[in-house]
């Protein structure tokens, strides 16, 4: 299955914004997503908390949304032909862009677990020396913002399942998934 983590391309909007204050608009978004390359979405410049945070601005921008909204679709509804099908991952999967999706999960953890997460990966792929506090700090407000925004919000759908990780391993967090989509795909 293809993978899309729907977050890293307004992440890359975010970078690019960053980058291109003068010159950004529209145009610069739909040329930047037309040529995309899923891949170029693993680059670690897209981790930092200076992006996050530009990406969690333009991420209200209706325009921009519905710009990456196409862009996630093609990618749900027509992935290469190497791939059997798509997965996508994002605050606003379920309730907005794929709201007809087979399997719909809204996957969370503590905010604390997440941190910690996050802490690590910071840590780990930018060599950054932040606090766990930082951290902490960030992620609550990145999800107030995100639960208050007007188009997508972070929410759970009826129809979603959810699965909790704070105690999970990524291993364990995947056999549940599985095992679910096993016995759906069974019935």
């Not at 529209?26 to 992006?51: F, G, H, P, T």
């Not at 325009?63 to 190497?82: D, E």
Request: net charge positive; aromatic share 6%.
């Amino acid at each position: 299955l293809q993978h899309l983590d729907t977050g890293r391309i307004y992440r890359l909007i975010g970078k690019l914004k960053l980058e291109n204050s003068k010159k950004f608009n529209y145009s610069l978004i739909k040329q930047k997503i037309k040529n995309l390359n899923i891949n170029s979405l693993q680059n670690k410049n897209l981790l930092s908390d200076k992006v996050a945070v530009a990406a969690s601005i333009i991420a209200k921008d209706k325009k921009i949304r519905n710009i990456v909204k196409k862009f996630q679709k093609r990618c749900a509804y027509s992935p290469p032909l190497k791939y059997a099908g798509s997965v996508l991952d994002g605050r606003d999967i379920i309730t907005v862009q794929l709201k007809d999706a087979m399997f719909k999960f809204f996957i969370t953890a503590s905010l604390k677990e997440r941190a910690k997460r996050r802490y690590k990966e910071l840590n780990k792929n930018l060599n950054k020396k932040i606090t766990l506090n930082y951290v902490l700090k960030s992620l609550k407000n990145r999800d107030k913002s995100d639960r208050e925004r007007k188009h997508g919000p972070l929410k759970k759908t009826k129809d979603s399942i959810l699965i909790n990780t704070t105690k999970l391993s990524k291993k364990a967090c995947f056999m549940k998934i599985k095992d679910i989509m096993d016995r759906k795909l069974k019935a």
